[in-house]
């Protein structure tokens, strides 16, 4: 069975750190782009970080860059999202996706590029 399953959310302080992680099963990460978006009640889902599957390239949401990192384990068969410097507008749902199609190696920060889906970790950043 295919699945991703996000972990590593909570509550932090302005200007504290948190770090996500994403396992896959029924498939290898190595071989798909994989992206990390985030939803808050009555917004869209918006993507923040994405990873490339060819050379690892990776593509940041404006607001995050400098801040967040966003790297693949292939021995572990994990995905992480390393954020620094969190901020208030950083709360929310935080998701991992990847597409099921082996072959979009493009990094995508649109949530309707994506297929499988986790359930999701809340990040809550208090001021």
């Known amino acids: 069975q295919v699945q991703l399953v996000e972990s590593g959310g909570g509550s932090v302080q302005s200007g504290g750190s948190l770090t996500l992680s994403c396992a896959a099963s029924?498939?290898?990460?190595?071989?798909?782009?994989v992206a990390w978006f985030r939803e808050v009640p009555g917004k869209d889902r918006e993507g923040v970080s994405c990873v490339s599957s060819k050379d690892d390239g990776s593509v940041y949401k404006e607001s995050v860059k400098g801040r967040f990192t966003i790297s693949k384990d292939n021995t572990k068969n994990m995905v992480y999202l390393h954020m620094t410097d969190l901020k208030p507008e950083d709360t929310g749902r935080y998701y991992c996706?990847?597409?099921?199609?082996?072959?979009?190696?493009?990094?995508?920060?649109?949530?309707?590029?994506?297929?499988?889906w986790g359930q999701g970790t809340q990040v809550t950043v208090s001021s």
């Open positions: 996706a990847a597409p099921n199609n082996v072959r979009q190696v493009t990094c995508f920060l649109a949530w309707w590029r994506y297929d499988i």
């Open positions: 029924g498939f290898s990460l190595e071989a798909y782009t």
